[in-house]
C-alpha cells in the first residue's frame, strides 16, 4: 500500500518570504498522481496543485510550484511571497494511475503559519 | 455552482445513537467517497461509491454503513455512534474517469459524540 509522509506537524514563514513544506511518499509504482491541498480555517479542501509522475517538468501555478523528485519520491510544495492568507493546514495527497478505482491517500498534513 | 453540499456542519449526538450525514452532488459524478479528518491522521477513506448501488470500503469502514440509491446523494450512517467516532467528516466526488482528476470536497461535518 502507498504511504505518505510529511514528517513536519507545523512551519511558519515571514510574509513575502518563501517557504517549502516537504512530503515524501512511498510506491512500487511508475504511474501516479500526486497533490497540494489547501485547508484554511473554513474547512474547505482546496487543491493547490497537482503533479503527473510521468512529466518531468515540475508543476507551477502563480505562487505555488512544486519540487518533484521522483528517483528519491518526494514532492515539496514551494510558496514564494507568501501572505497571510496562505496560513492554513496542507496536505500532500498520492493517487495511483491504476485502475480507475484508485483513491486519494493523504499525508498527516502540515499546519502553516504566516508572521505579518 | 453548487457543487457538493454536506449537511449538517455541525453535530452533537449521543452515544449509541444513529445518525446520519448527508451529501449532495449536483455535477452527476460517478465517483464520491467519504473521508475523516482526525488530528494525527490527516484524513482517512472510509468509504467509497463508482456508482449509484456500487459501493466498496476504503480504510476505517467499521462502525458506518453507506448507501447510494441516487448518483447525487451518498449518506454516511454511524449506526451506533461512539466516542472514537468524533470527527470531521468530508465528502468528495471525482469528476470522471480520467485518472488525473482531483477530488472536489464538501465543507465537512464536524461531528460530536458524547
Known amino acids: 500500500a502507498q504511504t505518505v509522509t510529511q514528517s513536519q506537524p507545523e512551519m511558519s514563514v515571514q510574509e513575502a518570504e518563501t517557504v517549502t513544506l516537504s512530503c515524501t511518499y512511498d510506491t512500487s509504482e511508475s504511474d501516479y498522481y500526486l497533490f497540494w491541498y489547501k485547508q484554511p480555517p473554513s474547512r474547505q479542501m482546496i487543491l493547490v496543485i497537482r503533479?503527473?509522475?510521468?512529466?518531468?517538468q515540475n508543476a507551477t501555478e502563480n505562487r505555488f510550484s512544486v519540487n518533484f523528485q521522483k528517483a528519491a519520491k518526494s514532492f515539496s510544495l514551494k510558496i514564494s511571497d507568501s501572505q497571510l492568507g496562505d496560513a492554513a493546514m496542507y496536505f500532500c495527497a498520492y493517487r495511483s494511475a491504476t485502475g480507475a478505482n484508485s483513491k486519494l491517500t493523504f499525508g498527516k498534513g502540515i499546519t502553516l503559519s504566516v508572521r505579518p | 455552482d453548487a457543487g457538493i453540499t454536506q449537511s449538517p456542519r455541525y453535530k452533537i449526538t449521543e452515544t449509541g445513537r444513529q445518525v446520519t450525514l448527508m451529501c449532495h452532488q449536483t455535477?452527476?459524478?460517478?465517483?464520491m467517497f467519504w473521508y475523516r479528518q482526525d488530528l494525527g491522521h490527516g484524513l482517512r477513506l472510509i468509504y467509497y461509491s463508482a456508482a449509484a448501488d456500487i459501493t466498496d470500503k476504503g480504510e476505517v469502514p467499521d462502525g458506518y454503513v453507506v448507501s447510494r440509491s441516487k448518483t447525487e446523494n451518498f449518506p454516511l450512517t454511524l449506526e451506533s455512534a461512539t466516542r472514537s467516532q468524533t470527527s470531521v467528516y468530508f465528502c468528495a466526488s471525482r469528476r470522471g474517469e480520467g485518472l488525473g482528476y482531483g477530488y472536489t470536497f464538501g465543507s465537512g461535518t464536524r461531528l460530536t459524540v458524547v
Open positions: 503533479q503527473e509522475a510521468y512529466k518531468q
Open positions: 455535477w452527476s459524478h460517478s465517483y
